[in-house]
């Protein structure tokens, strides 16, 4: 049975990714935080603890399992203390560790196997910008990170284009915009959202505020940039893909998505900051339509509906 290894399989990804592997007959490892509590489902027998700043324990787990597919999904990022006072050192050798030693470690110990495993990095729209302008971004877009955590994205997707042209690894570097299930975190706005019309819908207070109204953002489903990240897995030669729906959409659009779903006019519970079009940035995804043969299944509408469902289900069950 061929082993498919996972960083990163306690977040929204990781979990979707495991599920769809499993289901295809791999033999699943998830990878951990040290002293975190294991993912619900199939990965649950399944799991290695291990801190990826140990880029050294990360490369032995490599020799021992040989795996077939290895998807680097895990990412350090606290964008809140990159700036200003609130900027740590730590915080910062932290994203280098997990975001681009770990790349180096995971790309160089299977490239010492004697056939050599496809890696799968999980790269960001944070690596490009939009300081003026609204910039489409494709797989020939020069990288211009506004963050450090964009920086250290960078560096490791270059680091696995060069390893794939000087020694032919079978490396891809996946671009992600924003994908949402109902996997998602509360701390990210789609999540914030589905939970406040849910909590809206079975007559709960809500009062839902948000930073900027008008700001735009290139969203899709998590469940079809999984099936992109296997496809691109199966791929013979390695390559970089942008995965994105090509669409913008406001807040306001999403927040009126969430609640037309339980009937309810989303004005009477959402307070915003501000209502005003800044510049975005919206993924190309042609590279993966043509050479992947990737379809998007789920519109946004489709994500809303799905994780506001998931929400009322979460509600009704702790009343």
């Not at 701390?187 to 948000?210: C, E, I, N, T, Y």
Request: glycine share 6%.
């Amino acid at each position: 049975m061929s082993t498919a290894l996972i960083t990163g399989a306690a977040g929204q990804d990781g979990r979707l990714l495991a599920a769809r592997l499993v289901e295809r007959g791999l033999d699943v490892v998830g990878v951990v935080r040290p002293g975190s509590p294991p993912p619900e489902g199939l990965l649950r027998q399944r799991t290695v603890e291990l801190d990826l700043r140990d880029a050294a324990a990360l490369a032995a787990l490599v020799r021992e399992l040989r795996p077939a597919q290895v998807f680097h999904l895990a990412a350090q990022h606290h964008a809140t203390q990159e700036s200003g006072r609130q900027a740590l050192p730590a915080t910062h050798e932290a994203m280098v560790a997990v975001n681009f030693e770990a790349t180096r470690a995971l790309a160089f110990a299977l490239l010492a196997q004697p056939q050599p495993g496809h890696l799968v990095l999980a790269a960001s729209s944070q690596m490009y910008r939009a300081p003026e302008a609204d910039v489409v971004v494709d797989e020939a877009t020069p990288t211009c990170p506004a963050t450090f955590y964009g920086h250290t994205k960078a560096w490791g997707s270059a680091l696995l284009g060069a390893v794939r042209r000087d020694f032919g690894l079978r490396a891809s570097v996946a671009v992600l915009f924003n994908h949402e299930s109902p996997l998602r975190r509360p701390a990210f706005v789609s999540r914030k959202v589905s939970m406040a019309a849910a909590a809206a819908a079975l007559g709960h207070p809500v009062d839902l505020q948000l930073l900027n109204l008008g700001a735009r953002t290139d969203w899709c489903s998590a469940h079809d940039v999984v099936d992109a990240l296997l496809s691109m897995a199966d791929q013979p030669e390695g390559g970089d893909f942008v995965l994105a729906s090509g669409q913008l959409h406001t807040v306001s659009e999403l927040v009126a998505l969430a609640f037309e779903h339980v009937s309810l006019d989303w004005r009477r519970f959402t307070t915003g900051r501000e209502d005003r079009r800044v510049p975005a940035l919206v993924g190309r995804p042609h590279k993966a339509e043509a050479v992947l043969g990737w379809r998007r299944a789920h519109t946004l509408r489709d994500v809303m509906a799905q994780m506001v469902e998931h929400d009322l289900r979460l509600l009704r069950g702790a009343a």
